[in-house]
């Protein structure tokens, strides 16, 4: 497949809306959710703000007093920040979108990157069905509405997300990001500040394709070569970086405490078998295999130590597991004098096949 298909998600007003969800009688009033500083009654900045409240002037970063001032006379809500209860909702949406892509990249507690080349196939025309399918799914199990922007790449994605808020949806194929970049300020480019707009105005580079235009040895010479290097690709919509997953589970495993230290096989296999089966009923509910199983030891002078082997072909089942934990125990014990104190089971080097597989077959079923 040749071109990817990549989304920004970004969460609406989220801090507000979160909010908004737990009390829904705020809802058409003005809502300004801040960071109290607790020096006097108002000190301290908004941290969002409903986009009623935004009608009014209310701006993230602006001092609560003057948030005030501007909502003078008004029903409007202030709000002390609640952090917890808005990284659980969160990571409730983020546990959906996880499973409409093959790699999902969360860049802040609102905003995640999704690779959805494969469940779309490649295909543009299918993504906008697909993105509604997902604000479907996340405001009726969540109650939460959120921006999407899509494009061949990262940079796109976001630029396009940015361009339509709130419950966008704006989708931007290959053959238009140049033309829907084009137009844009230079400074809606990452890592164009305000310093860096400056400096491109006084060479005549007021748009992105301005910058694009623009003789890349010039800009080569003015900022150096990854930088300006860096303009020029951006300008012209050019992003090669990948969806980095991040914080996906990289193994399952289980420990536990033997009744009394042992070195004897059977006695420290009872308990290994328990940890086996907890550990093979979480890899089945994920649907996931598996390639390295290893086993872990606290000795009685309190090291650890561990041993794995690694799988010809992926397995998903207990029996593996069982006999390879086997295997390894047996293997240890008879390098080792010392008696075991504690001992773990853990699974890894998790293919992601049949989870691409599901969720294709999953859309195209309900689609
Ligand atoms: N935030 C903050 N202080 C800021 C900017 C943002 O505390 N100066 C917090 C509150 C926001 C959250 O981060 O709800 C996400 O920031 P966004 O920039 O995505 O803004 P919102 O989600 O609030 O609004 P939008 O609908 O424009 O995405
Ligand atoms: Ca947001
Ligand atoms: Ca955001």
Same mark, same amino acid.
């Given at each position: ?23 829904? +009688? ?10 109290? +500083? %607790?020096?006097? =009654? ?18 993230? %970063? ?9 909502? =003078? ?75 999407? %922007? ?102 399952? +495993?289980?420990? %536990? ?77 008879? =390098? ?11 699974? +890894? ?19």
């Amino acid at each position: 497949m040749q071109n990817r298909v990549v989304m920004l998600i970004d969460f609406d007003y989220f801090f507000a809306q979160c909010e908004e969800l737990r009390n829904p +009688s705020i809802r058409d009033k003005p809502v300004v959710v801040g960071v109290y +500083s %607790g020096r006097t =009654e108002d000190s301290g900045a908004v941290s969002t703000s409903n986009y009623v409240a935004r009608k009014f002037g209310v701006k993230s %970063g602006m001092p609560l007093f003057q948030a005030k001032r501007k909502l =003078e006379g008004s029903d409007a809500v202030f709000l002390p920040v609640d952090h917890v209860y808005y990284d659980q909702i969160s990571s409730r949406i983020m546990h959906i979108l996880r499973s409409y892509s093959s790699s999902l990249e969360q860049v802040s507690v609102d905003e995640a990157y999704l690779d959805v080349t494969e469940q779309v196939l490649g295909s543009f025309e299918k993504t906008r069905e697909y993105a509604l399918k997902m604000k479907v799914e996340v405001k009726s199990k969540v109650g939460i509405s959120f921006s999407v %922007g899509v494009g061949p790449n990262k940079l796109v994605a976001k630029i396009a997300c940015d361009s339509q808020k709130p419950d966008g949806l704006t989708i931007v194929k290959p053959e238009e990001a140049k033309s829907f970049f084009s137009p844009l300020p230079v400074d809606q480019l990452l890592g164009v500040g305000k310093k860096t707009s400056l400096k491109m105005d006084s060479l005549g580079i007021k748009t992105i394709g301005d910058l694009a235009s623009h003789d890349v040895q010039k800009l080569i010479g003015i900022w150096g070569k990854t930088l300006g290097l860096y303009f020029h690709n951006s300008a012209n919509a050019i992003d090669n970086s990948s969806v980095q997953e991040q914080g996906e589970a990289e193994s399952i +495993s289980r420990i %536990g405490t033997l009744k009394q230290d042992s070195h004897d096989l059977a006695f420290i296999l009872q308990k290994t078998d328990e940890l086996t089966k907890d550990v093979a009923k979480d890899v089945s509910e994920k649907k996931w295999s598996f390639r390295q199983i290893s086993v872990y030891f606290v000795l009685t002078n309190l090291t650890s130590k561990s041993r794995s082997a690694t799988l010809e072909q992926p397995a998903k089942d207990e029996e593996t597991i069982r006999k390879n934990v086997k295997d390894l125990l047996e293997k240890f014990l008879n =390098e080792t004098r010392l008696d075991v104190r504690r001992v773990g089971v853990k699974v +890894s080097g998790f293919s992601r096949e049949e989870k691409k597989q599901q969720q294709l077959t999953s859309f195209f079923q309900n689609n």
